[in-house]
């Protein structure tokens, strides 16, 4: 059945508040509403939520999405329920009476959103609910996931398979921004799609993304240049690769003038939540952060995204630039390069695939840390402080890195990053027990009342947030009285409390194994680590140009025929050498005569140069020191 066009615009402007739709988005919500299993990719910013949300509500029926990563799940469940949509979602850390009455909810109540994170698929609990839910529609998010000829391969992904023999007939819709043509057909392998199945690919191109990679001896003088040069008043994200890079760099800008904030996940969540928020109505107009910010926020007017260093591929690379112009008005990417950057990315890929002895002896450590005895611990979540974990069992942290990436990759192990999850409580027994409890326990009947006073009787239907903080101010008691006495309800049957947490978590995704019977398999774990480093090389590749950019990326994508973009700085200066007149100044011949003069850092060569000259000057720099005709001396002068 397909239903007419003013319908499901009627379902997009109702709860979205949009009059059309975006390119493809329409073809491909009807290829979903006709019951076809549908492959989509839309760059980053195309709308890919709306492609499975909109069929969803406008269908009786409940749609079932996985999803990978824990905070964009509860961005998503958040923003639903905002527009009075009822979603639930399940994933690592949630006790086992909130997933129990979560997946009870979506059989009897009208849930029309459960979001999954893939590990949870196969359990015996979700097995046994998913069956008695009225699942109309399978959405899976990140499907590049489902690729180990990807960026991101998740193990647990390929139990989808699996999921759909569970819902015969239903159609399964997958969605992803970055996908190379051996990724789509392996998602469409993977996921088993049907006769009669769709792909829809919008172009990677993005007319509006003016992509640059620059050449520079001081990545931060060239990011505030950078910064300065598209508008310190204009909204930006600088990615950095490392907590403290996040921090030193969003120092240097203030210092200079720039509204900046770091933010990675070693920060407080009020903290971490204030920054963002702050960054979205513009107090603070530049967030320098690790990768995963951003993801899910939908913020359109991002003028700017510099990296401070290459990701290690090109799907990440172009996924975390397009996050700049969502409103398809002009801005800019920005890779910024150091002289040594190549080697020591290709130094990192090498070293992101550890030894099996260091990979075993690391899995052994996480289990004694967790206590975790051999055919136990599957699923079960646990804290976990890296830096804490490599010092109480004496292994280097990049060793501790590694190992935890290779048995994730493997499906061994999960590693989540701190996510605020607000406290919860549920009322298990009934109003008359409850009573008896009240009067029996006088100096507890207060909290109690309370309780049912901010959150009503939906504390006895399920789990509801509470503020641990209001009660504590509204009965005068500390913060931490108030814990103490919701976890004695808690342990006396009254209630079921789960206290508010933000610290990073790990689990074991399958139960634990001895660590010397791990099977670990040598050839994938090499074959990985090669694709790896092709990646890598091709991110190199992207760096060193001598091409229009967006050509590069788009020939990455399968895109072979596209037309040069003319607004990257490979076009723009190809252009305006066709415009310029031959140069007057020996540019070379300039520097040699400055140097023999007077020897200079290159910080200090620089600042005899206008900011647009900086690239011409720093390869002219180079490769003088490569002929010889320059040295640098030991206090880092050039002469």
């Given at each position: 059945m397909s239903l007419p066009t003013d319908d499901i615009l009627l379902v997009l402007k109702e709860n979205w508040g949009h009059s059309a739709f975006r390119p493809l988005q329409e073809d491909i919500i009807r290829s979903v509403l006709a019951g076809q299993d549908t492959l989509a990719l839309l760059p980053t910013g195309g709308g890919k939520s709306v492609c499975f949300q909109v069929p969803a509500l406008a269908r009786p029926g409940l749609c079932l999405v996985v999803s990978p990563l824990i905070a964009l799940m509860k961005d998503q469940v958040e923003n639903l329920r905002k527009r009075g949509i009822k979603a639930e979602a399940v994933f690592s850390g949630m006790s086992h009476q909130e997933i129990d009455q979560t997946l009870d909810n979506c059989v009897y109540g009208p849930v029309k959103f459960l979001y999954v994170s893939p590990e949870r698929l196969l359990t015996d609990m979700f097995r046994a609910r998913v069956g008695r839910m009225k699942v109309s529609l399978l959405a899976v998010d990140e499907a590049h996931c489902l690729s180990q000829w990807g960026y991101d391969f998740r193990p647990p992904y390929l139990q989808i398979a699996a999921l759909r023999e569970l819902l015969p007939g239903v159609p399964v819709i997958a969605l992803t921004a970055t996908a190379t043509e051996h990724v789509k057909l392996d998602i469409v392998e993977k996921l088993q799609f049907r006769p009669g199945s769709r792909v829809f690919q919008q172009s990677f191109a993005r007319p509006n993304l003016s992509y640059s990679a620059l050449a520079t001896e001081d990545k931060l003088r060239r990011l505030l240049e950078v910064v300065r040069g598209v508008g310190a008043d204009k909204t930006s994200i600088v990615y950095a690769r490392t907590r403290r890079q996040t921090e030193d760099t969003a120092a240097y800008l203030q210092q200079s003038g720039v509204k900046a904030a770091a933010y990675h996940a070693g920060l407080p969540a009020d903290q971490r939540a204030r920054t963002q928020q702050d960054w979205m109505e513009n107090r603070v107009r530049c967030i320098v952060a690790t990768n995963a910010f951003g993801m899910g926020i939908d913020k359109p007017d991002v003028r700017l995204v510099v990296h401070l260093e290459a990701p290690d591929s090109l799907e990440a690379y172009y996924q975390e630039a397009g996050r700049a112009g969502r409103d398809e008005k002009y801005a800019f990417a920005v890779l910024l390069q150091?002289?040594?950057?190549?080697?020591?990315?290709?130094?990192?890929?090498?070293?992101?695939?550890?030894?099996?002895?260091?990979?075993?002896?690391?899995?052994?450590?996480?289990?004694?840390?967790?206590?975790?005895?051999?055919?136990?611990?599957?699923?079960?979540?646990?804290?976990?402080?890296?830096?804490?974990?490599?010092?109480?069992?004496?292994?280097?942290?990049?060793?501790?890195?590694?190992?935890?990436?290779?048995?994730?990759?493997?499906?061994?192990?999960?590693?989540?990053?701190?996510?605020?999850?607000?406290?919860?409580?549920?009322?298990?027994?009934?109003?008359?027990?409850?009573?008896?409890?009240?009067?029996?326990?006088?100096?507890h009947d207060q909290l109690i009342k309370s309780l049912l006073r901010f959150n009503g009787g939906e504390l006895f239907s399920g789990f509801q947030r509470i503020s641990e903080n209001s009660l504590a101010q509204h009965l005068k008691l500390s913060v931490l009285d108030v814990r103490k006495t919701l976890l004695f309800l808690h342990r006396s049957g009254i209630i079921q409390y789960q206290p508010r947490h933000e610290s990073p978590q790990?689990?074991?995704?399958?139960?634990?194994?001895?660590?010397?019977?791990?099977?670990?398999?040598?050839?994938?774990?090499?074959?990985?680590?090669?694709?790896?480093?092709?990646?890598?090389?091709?991110?190199?590749?992207?760096?060193?140009?001598?091409?229009?950019?967006?050509?590069?990326?788009?020939?990455?994508?399968?895109?072979?025929?596209?037309?040069?973009?003319?607004?990257?700085?490979?076009?723009?200066?190809?252009?305006?050498?066709?415009?310029?007149?031959?140069?007057?100044?020996?540019?070379?011949?300039?520097?040699?005569?400055?140097?023999?003069?007077?020897?200079?850092?290159?910080?200090?060569?620089?600042?005899?140069?206008?900011?647009?000259?900086?690239?011409?000057?720093?390869?002219?720099?180079?490769?003088?020191?490569?002929?010889?005709?320059?040295?640098?001396?030991?206090?880092?002068?050039?002469?």
């Open positions: 150091g002289p040594n950057d190549a080697d020591e990315l290709r130094r990192r890929t090498q070293q992101a695939y550890p030894p099996l002895d260091t990979v075993r002896r690391v899995y052994q450590a996480l289990a004694n840390f967790s206590r975790t005895a051999v055919g136990g611990g599957e699923l079960v979540a646990f804290d976990f402080d890296i830096q804490h974990f490599a010092e109480t069992y004496r292994i280097k942290a990049l060793d501790a890195h590694n190992s935890l990436r290779t048995l994730a990759r493997e499906g061994f192990v999960q590693l989540n990053e701190a996510v605020n999850t607000p406290a919860k409580v549920h009322i298990p027994i009934d109003h008359h027990d409850l009573y008896r409890f009240q009067v029996a326990n006088a100096q790990a689990l074991f995704t399958t139960p634990r194994f001895d660590a010397d019977k791990l099977p670990l398999d040598q050839k994938r774990l090499l074959r990985a680590r090669d694709l790896a480093l092709e990646k890598t090389e091709s991110v190199v590749h992207y760096a060193d140009g001598g091409r229009c950019r967006q050509q590069l990326l788009l020939e990455y994508f399968g895109e072979l025929d596209a037309a040069p973009c003319k607004v990257c700085d490979f076009c723009l200066a190809e252009k305006k050498a066709r415009q310029a007149p031959a140069p007057t100044t020996d540019l070379r011949q300039q520097l040699l005569t400055m140097l023999k003069a007077q020897p200079q850092t290159p910080r200090e060569i620089l600042t005899h140069f206008a900011p647009g000259q900086a690239t011409a000057v720093t390869e002219q720099l180079r490769e003088l020191v490569e002929m010889g005709q320059l040295q640098y001396a030991p206090d880092g002068r050039l002469g």
